[in-house]
């Protein structure tokens, strides 16, 4: 939004703040984990209707269709993490595994790496969400509160979704 000399928005972009805030909140609100990153979009949306030289006569049709521009790059964007994650935990397996298996007997061997084989099979059938949450927690030593607030849920939530991830550990490993 433009700002006047003094600090105040321009009328004209305090009416188009007043006529799309609410509407474009709702729309990616729907649609993301947190209010966090529905205000992020609302205000990237913002910052785009503003370079374009149309921007106060911007249609609906034009003003959505920046939004769902916005917000496919963040799903791309987020799937990406995701998979960068995943490449992560994989190359520390492969570590662990050239590190520990050289030395181990082979039946040893064929143990952990079934055991590792269940671990990664039981993560991938919890859903995205609740694989996500116990990678972070256990795996990059993220605070439930830190993670909570990422995924815009309670603390409770992180918990419930820990616990899940662990029993199913559990009665997969016989633990």
């Not at 993301?32 to 503003?50: G, H, K, N, P």
């Not at 799937?79 to 992560?88: D, E, L």
Request: charged residues 30%; aromatic residues 6%; glycine residues 4%.
């Amino acid at each position: 939004m433009a700002v006047s000399s003094s600090g105040a928005l321009a009328d004209s972009d305090a009416q188009f703040d007043r006529r799309w805030r609410q509407i474009l909140m709702s729309f990616f609100g729907r649609r993301l984990a947190s209010r966090q990153e529905a205000e992020d979009l609302t205000q990237e949306t913002f910052a785009r209707l503003i370079r374009a030289p149309h921007m106060r006569s911007a249609s609906q049709a034009y003003v959505f269709t920046v939004a769902a521009n916005l917000l496919r790059d963040h799903a791309r964007r987020g799937k990406v993490r995701h998979q960068q994650a995943h490449c992560g935990l994989e190359e520390v397996n492969e570590r662990i595994a050239e590190t520990f298996v050289d030395d181990c007997d082979p039946e040893r061997v064929l143990m952990a790496e079934e055991q590792l084989r269940l671990v990664r099979q039981v993560l991938e059938e919890l859903g995205e969400r609740t694989e996500a949450i116990f990678m972070l927690v256990r795996m990059e030593q993220m605070k439930q509160r830190e993670v909570a607030r990422l995924f815009g849920i309670s603390v409770s939530a992180v918990e419930k979704h820990l616990a899940r991830a662990l029993g199913r550990l559990a009665a997969r490993l016989d633990i």
